[in-house]
């Protein structure tokens, strides 16, 4: 089966996660409308299918005290926002028989300021829904490139995952028009003023299907300068980040490395921590974010975030955008620089 399995708390009197039935695909009510009407009462982790009627869903908050705020107010109630229907809510948990395959040995954070790691910001809600829809259908008209387990597509300048390179003497042309929105939100940044100068020209499209990660890697200093822009569509996933002590680097990755790099969690030769990115969010890594600190996704299906189990979706889209280096990198770590070793 593909819901996630919850059950009534035992001993608990409350929980982060709702049972909601009478609502659902099945009565006319997708799961964006109710992650909408539901986050009037705080922030939604995910709506799961409880079962297969596609009538009853489970709703995950961020907080208890959200959900307990929901039951509150919508239990028994026809809900305006959800097209009058009366719902009939209770509190669920996470049986321990689905926690297989599901990584919590790290904590993940909701909020780029719980991490400290300097240079690294996530902002929530950077896109409307509306404005995911239309990019997901822009980049659906236009033809991917398939990898081993992905889909991309490149604009600007190609991205050579052999080398972890561009060749900046090939330019592939503007971006399209729909990328212009985003670079004029991102021009308005107060995070940092070089946002406001810089050029972005290269943009790569990564389309993950359930299951897939991103092998960890520091993005090339020689290729690419310092502020990488990376906005989630369609699904969510946890990114996590490593800092590597001196010695204790990874070697290159491939898909047999990373399920060993996967499953060596108390290594004590780097750093870790790790942030949700919920769909629509923009992350930036900038100074140390950028260049110390290994990035990567895990591949699972499901991730754990405080106590609750998000699955990743049928797909997950992220805009990476960059700017293509032309001279040396002279940034503050030499030992992570190739143009400095």
């Not at 926690?99 to 040995?105: E, F, K, N, T």
């Amino acid at each position: 089966m593909g819901w996630a399995r919850f059950g009534r708390p035992k001993g608990a009197l409350s929980s982060p996660n709702l049972f909601v039935a009478n609502c659902g695909p099945a009565v006319g009510l997708s799961h964006d409308a109710i992650a909408s009407a539901f986050g009037a009462f705080g922030q939604v982790l995910g709506v799961h299918a409880a079962d297969d009627t596609g009538a009853r869903v489970v709703v995950s908050f961020a907080q208890e005290s959200s959900a307990q705020n929901a039951l509150n107010a919508l239990h028994g109630r026809p809900c305006p926002d959800l097209k009058g229907r009366t719902l009939h809510i209770r509190y669920s948990v996470l049986q321990p028989a689905s926690m297989g395959g599901v990584d919590d040995s790290v904590e993940v954070s909701l909020l780029h300021s719980e991490l400290n790691i300097p240079g690294l910001y996530l902002f929530h809600d950077f896109v409307t829904a509306k404005e995911e829809e239309e990019l997901l259908a822009a980049v659906d008209e236009r033809p991917w490139k398939n990898l081993a387990k992905r889909r991309v597509q490149h604009y600007g300048y190609e991205f050579c995952y052999q080398t972890r390179n561009v060749d900046s003497k090939k330019n592939l042309g503007e971006f399209p028009s729909f990328v212009s929105p985003i670079l004029e939100r991102i021009s308005m940044f107060s995070k940092r003023e070089d946002v406001e100068t810089i050029a972005l020209d290269q943009l790569t499209v990564n389309e993950y299907p359930p299951g897939v990660g991103l092998s960890p890697h520091i993005d090339t200093h020689s290729a690419f300068e310092g502020l990488i822009f990376s906005l989630s569509l369609a699904g969510p996933c946890i990114m996590e980040f490593r800092r590597y002590f001196e010695g204790g680097w990874p070697p290159r990755t491939s898909s047999s490395i990373d399920i060993e790099m996967e499953n060596s969690e108390n290594n004590s030769n780097f750093l870790r921590r790790a942030i949700y990115l919920p769909p629509r969010s923009l992350l930036l890594l900038s100074g140390e974010a950028r260049y110390a600190w290994h990035h990567y996704i895990p591949h699972h299906k499901n991730d754990k975030v405080k106590g609750s189990v998000i699955r990743r979706g049928s797909r997950r889209v992220s805009f990476t955008i960059r700017k293509v280096r032309t001279t040396p990198c002279q940034c503050e770590f030499p030992q992570y620089c190739d143009s400095q070793r």
